[in-house]
């Protein structure tokens, strides 16, 4: 079935190293959702891209959907303690109207002060 | 809104025992998704209802699970008997009706279980 891998599956950065994580997909994609995870939390969304070649910027996280649509990203420019977690990608397909999330295998990031 | 809403929040059983799971859906959300998160499977989708009807259980491991909705604001997911493999997170999340868009899930805190 439909695997969405990432890579890497752990970062270690220094507090304002730059930090990105890459989500691979061997059959085109049509859609990806992002959400994190704090340690011991839940998965909370961030965003979503539909497009190809989109990108989109919430603050510090840059996201971006590639042109073939097999792959996305998601960088974050001068990591803070704050952004420790787990970053996964999802691909959304719909099904009856509604979204069956397909979850990528996640990449544990730690930010080190 | 107070999210989605588990219990229990923890749950430590011994081999052998029923284990019941609930969630309390967002007011108003049409989906509502059972998920079971481990270090070596990562995030897996159990099963999901739409409008309290099952849509999809091809993710439930076997007939030892079992989930229901009743109504539209709560699920059970219940595995009896329980194994020791079973012990992950299980999470509920929800989602409004897509209307032929990719709608977000809001996650519940989730059910850390333990089976010894």
């Known amino acids: 079935g439909q695997q969405v891998m990432q890579i890497p599956q752990y970062q270690h950065v220094q507090e304002g190293e730059d930090f990105t994580t890459y989500c691979n997909s061997s059959?085109?994609?049509?859609?990806i959702q992002w959400y994190k995870q704090r340690p011991g939390g839940h998965p909370v969304f961030l965003i979503q891209?539909?497009?190809?070649?989109e990108v989109k910027k919430q603050k510090r996280l840059t996201f971006q959907f590639g042109e073939a649509k097999k792959n996305s990203s998601l960088h974050i420019t001068a990591t803070q303690t704050t952004d420790v977690g787990t970053y996964f990608c999802?691909?959304?397909?719909?099904?009856?109207?509604?979204?069956?999330?397909?979850f990528g295998t996640g990449t544990q990031l730690k930010v080190e002060l | 809104d107070a999210g989605v809403i588990q219990s229990p929040r923890h749950e430590v059983t011994e081999m052998g025992q029923e284990v019941t799971l609930r969630c309390k859906p967002i007011?108003?959300?049409?989906?509502l998704f059972w998920y079971r998160q481990t270090m070596m499977r990562g995030l897996e989708l159990l099963i999901y209802?739409?409008?309290?009807?099952?849509?999809?259980d091809s993710g439930m491991p076997e007939d030892r699970f079992s989930a229901k909705m009743p109504n539209a604001s709560f699920s059970t997911l219940k595995i009896q008997p329980s194994e020791p493999r079973d012990s992950a997170v299980y999470f509920c999340?929800?989602?409004?009706?897509?209307?032929?868009?990719?709608?977000?899930?809001?996650f519940g805190p989730g059910t850390r279980l333990t089976v010894l």
């Open positions: 999340a929800s989602s409004a009706l897509g209307r032929g868009t990719y709608n977000e899930q809001f």
């Open positions: 059959t085109t994609l049509s859609n």
């Open positions: 891209l539909v497009k190809s070649g």
């Open positions: 999802a691909e959304a397909r719909l099904t009856g109207g509604g979204n069956k999330l397909t």
């Open positions: 007011s108003g959300h049409d989906y």
């Open positions: 209802f739409n409008n309290n009807v099952p849509i999809d």
